[in-house]
């Protein structure tokens, strides 16, 4: 069982930027960041492998950085030139080798326009 905790989530001004963090309690295959705003479907934002491959959506590509750091089993990203439509609940992710997924509980990022 894998547990997820993030952190930095919070209110921004548009344009401005947050980095959010996320600690695994075990080692994953792959490590990333979905989202979900009011009314919508949760989508990938971001994802990385443990070798450093990642998949990075269009909606945020060139403005968000996915990182990861394998010793500290941590996960992290950086969001800069936020925009409203960037607003959600952010879940952290991790898939072991089994293809088992595990979330963490979310942190809320709101861009104020």
């Known amino acids: 069982q894998v547990q997820l905790v993030e952190s930095g989530g919070g209110l921004v001004q548009a344009g401005g930027s947050l980095r959010l963090s996320c600690a695994s309690s075990g080692s994953a295959f792959r490590m990333g960041w979905y989202r979900q705003a009011p009314g919508k479907q949760r989508e990938l934002v971001a994802h990385i492998t443990r070798d450093g491959s990642t998949n990075v959506a269009d909606s945020v590509k060139g403005r968000f950085t996915i990182s990861r750091d394998n010793a500290k089993n941590m996960v992290y990203l950086q969001m800069n030139s936020l925009k409203p439509e960037d607003t959600a609940v952010y879940f952290c992710?991790?898939?072991?080798?089994?293809?088992?997924?595990?979330w963490g509980q979310g942190t809320q990022v709101t861009v104020s326009s």
């Open positions: 992710s991790a898939e072991n080798w089994a293809r088992k997924m595990y």
